[in-house]
T-cell receptor
Framework: DGGITQSPKYLFRKEGQNVTLSCEQN?????MYWYRQDPGQGLRLIYY???????QKGDIAEGYSVSREKKESFPLTVTSAQKNPTAFYLC????????????FGPGTRLLVL | AQKVTQAQTEISVVEKEDVTLDCVYE???????LFWYKQPPSGELVFLIR??????QNEISGRYSWNFQKSTSSFNFTITASQVVDSAVYFC??????????????FGKGTKLTVNP
């Protein structure tokens, strides 16, 4: 089955800790995205990648980092610099970054202990 | 700046009622795309429709229909004969050109639809 997987489903972070959220796709899509969703809010773009070894900051990149070493994978690290990390994180991919439909994974809920 | 407004925060209907979810957008682009996504309680966003700004024809897919009106910058979504399984948060989104020629989506804040039996 083609699709996007995210793991873990729930993640707990202690103060001062970096955590990494996984996103994998087997759709052969070039572009991948990370969004953050807060209660009652729409999605806000954190980072996106148009192609392997390239990525761009979105609207709320501070306190986050990404890598894109493989086409299928786009992990997101929430660093200790992100002071309010509690949110629902959604990964998406699209065939290219130009006007294509984005398809989403099931999401990871991050909670701070 | 581009913006998407979903003025209805929450809507509650009884099963079999028709319901319309409103979406109003602002853009300076002449070419753009509009989207609707459904987010059920599980959390995953499910793609429903993508429309090109040059195509103002209304679209129907089963019980779902979409009314795109450029003159009022609206892209409204109607569910006919609603069912309990339609209960979800629905997001309208607008594609926005960004640096490097890529597109990014600007989302509205969503409308939570509850369909009661």
């Amino acid at each position: 089955d083609g699709g996007i997987t995210q793991s873990p489903k729930y993640l707990f972070r202690k103060e001062g800790q970096n955590v990494t959220l996984s996103c994998e796709q087997n759709l052969n899509h070039d572009a991948m995205y990370w969004y953050r969703q807060d209660p009652g809010q729409g999605l806000r773009l954190i980072y996106y990648s148009q192609i392997v070894n390239d990525f761009q900051k979105g609207d709320i990149a501070e306190g986050y980092s990404v890598s894109r070493e493989k086409k299928e994978s786009f992990p997101l690290t929430v660093t200790s610099a992100q002071k309010n990390p509690t949110a629902f994180y959604l990964c998406a991919s699209s065939m290219t970054a130009a006007r294509e439909t984005q398809y989403f994974g099931p999401g990871t809920r991050l909670l701070v202990l | 700046a581009q913006k998407v407004t979903q003025a209805q925060t929450e809507i509650s209907v009884v099963e079999k009622e028709d319901v319309t979810l409103d979406c109003v957008y602002e853009t300076r682009d002449t070419t753009y795309y509009l989207f609707w996504y459904k987010q059920p309680p599980s959390g995953e966003l499910v793609f429903l429709i993508r429309r090109n700004s040059f195509d103002e024809q209304n679209e129907i897919s089963g019980r779902y229909s979409w009314n795109f009106q450029k003159s009022t910058s609206s892209f409204n979504f109607t569910i006919t004969a609603s069912q309990v399984v339609d209960s979800a948060v629905y997001f309208c989104a607008l594609s926005e050109a960004s640096r490097g020629g890529s597109e990014k989506l600007v989302f509205g804040k969503g409308t939570k639809l509850t369909v009661n039996p």
